[in-house]
């Protein structure tokens, strides 16, 4: 049997534990120099022409469209199972991260630094939770872009195809979560603690792309 899904398994926890501990430091308030100094760096050195860009990104990473480009996915894979575990565990993701804007109490940036334009009116544009710990943009981009990489690199795809795809989903990645702190929408650490969430998540649901964890060989072994 492969070792693949061990190894899957490992990260999964790897970044969940450091999710952990990293909320942790958070909520002690470890990081708020850091915060502050990451965001006015950002918005002092990049030009106000990515206002629209970025803004544009917020409206990528959205709950609604995360989860449509999610189902589709696994529906062209014909994965079932895995689609199903994905779709829980996208949930999940939603749960842990409510229970942090509600006991980790890390407010967001002020509303001076907010740069986010409205190229599309959607009425969560305009919803500001209390606290903004941790960012679920960066958590559902990153968990999609988890499951995603892990499909190319398992896929039968040439080297040079899988580098060209992965490349584009680290680009597309590394925008999203320069985009949040740069709008002002969220701090750093609200960007590095719903990454390591959303890895945790995606690379557990990632474990059932594997062949032995389809639909047809658990039916299988269960006759």
Not at 31 to 40: I, S, Y
Not at 98 to 112: A, D, I, M, N, R
């Amino acid at each position: 049997m492969s070792k693949r899904p061990t190894v899957l398994f490992f990260l999964s926890v790897v970044f969940f534990v450091a999710f952990v501990f990293f909320s942790y430091l958070v909520h002690e308030d470890v990081f708020t120099q850091f915060d502050f100094n990451t965001t006015v760096r950002l918005q002092d050195n990049l030009p106000r022409r990515f206002d629209p860009l970025f803004s544009w990104f917020s409206i990528f990473g959205n709950f609604e469209l995360l989860l449509g480009v999610l189902i589709i996915i696994f529906v062209l894979m014909r994965k079932f199972l895995a689609g199903v575990i994905a779709f829980v565990m996208f949930g999940f993701f939603h749960i842990v991260e409510l229970y942090g804007k509600f006991y980790v109490e890390h407010p967001p940036p002020p509303e001076f630094m907010l740069r986010t334009e409205h190229p599309i009116d959607f009425p969560q544009f305009y919803v500001r939770s209390e606290f903004s710990y941790p960012s679920g943009h960066s958590g559902r981009t990153v968990f999609l872009a988890s499951v995603l990489i892990v499909t190319i690199l398992t896929s039968r795809l040439s080297n040079p195809i899988k580098t060209i795809l992965v490349g584009g989903i680290s680009v597309f990645v590394f925008v999203m979560l320069l985009s949040r702190p740069y709008l002002g929408e969220h701090w750093a650490t609200d960007v590095i603690g719903g990454s390591l969430l959303g890895a945790s998540f995606g690379v557990f649901s990632s474990i059932f792309l594997t062949k032995q964890y389809s639909l047809r060989n658990i039916l299988q072994f269960l006759r």
